[in-house]
C-alpha cells in the first residue's frame, strides 16, 4: 500500500525555523517526483514545493523562495522541508503529496494527511 | 494569489449534473494538463481527474474532465451526497514555474 507520513508540524514563533518530513512506502521513490502543498485555515490549496525523483530538479512558489528549502534522501525515501524565517501568514496544514511522473510539472495521485504549523507570537 | 479562476460555488439536487469551470491562461491550462481535485472538509485532498480527463481507478465514472484552450471544466453527473465537498483544478505554470491551483468551488447537494 502507497503511505506517505508527515512529521515535524508544530507551534513556532515568527521568525523561526521547522523541517516538515515525508516518510513514503510502497513504490519506488526515486522514480517520482514529490510535492508540498499547503492549506491556511479556512482558505483553499497552495503549492509550496516540488522536486524531481532524483532530486537534481526543484522548485518553488514565490511566496517561499529564500525562505523554504525542499530535499529529499532516496535511501531513506523521504522528503524533507526546511521551513526558515517563518511569518504569521504561514500558518497552515502541509501535505506532502507523491507525483506521478520523475518531473515536477505531473499530477499528485497520493496525499498524505498533513502536518500542522502554527506561527504565532 | 491564484492564478486558475473558478465559481465560488455550485450545487443541485441529487441526480442532476453539475459543471465547475477552471480559467486559466496560455501559459498554464493552455500549454499543459489540468488536474482536479475532490476536498472533503477536514480531510486531505484526493485527485479525480489527471491529464485532463483522466480518472484514476476508484473515481466514479460520473466525474469527468474536459479541456479547450485556456479553459477547463469538471462535470458530475447523477450528483450523489457524497460529492459535497471542495473541488480544485490546477496545472503546471510555464511562466511562473510553478504548480498553480484554482480558487476552488464548493459544491453543495440540496
Known amino acids: 500500500e502507497v503511505q506517505l507520513l508527515e512529521s515535524g508540524g508544530g507551534l513556532v514563533q515568527p521568525g523561526g525555523s521547522v523541517r516538515l518530513s515525508c516518510e513514503a512506502s510502497?513504490?519506488?521513490?526515486?522514480?517520482?517526483?514529490m510535492t508540498w502543498v499547503r492549506q491556511a485555515p479556512g482558505r483553499g490549496l497552495e503549492w509550496v514545493s516540488g522536486i524531481s525523483g532524483s532530486g537534481g530538479g526543484t522548485y518553488s512558489a514565490d511566496s517561499v523562495k529564500g525562505r523554504f528549502t525542499l530535499s529529499r534522501d532516496n535511501s531513506k525515501n523521504t522528503v524533507y522541508l526546511q521551513m526558515n524565517s517563518l511569518r504569521a501568514e504561514d500558518t497552515a496544514m502541509y501535505y506532502c503529496?507523491?507525483?506521478?511522473?520523475?518531473?515536477?510539472?505531473?499530477?499528485?495521485?497520493?496525499w498524505g494527511q498533513g502536518t500542522m504549523v502554527t506561527v504565532f507570537s | 494569489q491564484s492564478v486558475l479562476t473558478q465559481p465560488p460555488s455550485a450545487s443541485a439536487t441529487p441526480g442532476q449534473r453539475v459543471t465547475i469551470s477552471c480559467s486559466g491562461s496560455s501559459s498554464n491550462i493552455g500549454t499543459n494538463t489540468v488536474n482536479w481535485f475532490q476536498q472533503v472538509p477536514g480531510t486531505a485532498p484526493k485527485v479525480l481527474i489527471y491529464s485532463n480527463n483522466q480518472r484514476p481507478s476508484g473515481v466514479p465514472e460520473r466525474f469527468s474532465g474536459s479541456k479547450s484552450g485556456t479553459s477547463a471544466s469538471l462535470a458530475i453527473s447523477g450528483l450523489q451526497s457524497e460529492d459535497e465537498a471542495d473541488y480544485y483544478c490546477a496545472a503546471w505554470d510555464d511562466s511562473l514555474n510553478a504548480y498553480v491551483f484554482g480558487t476552488g468551488t464548493k459544491v453543495t447537494v440540496l
Open positions: 503529496a507523491k507525483g506521478v511522473i520523475f518531473g515536477v510539472a505531473g499530477s499528485f495521485d497520493i
Open positions: 510502497g513504490f519506488t521513490f526515486n522514480n517520482y517526483a
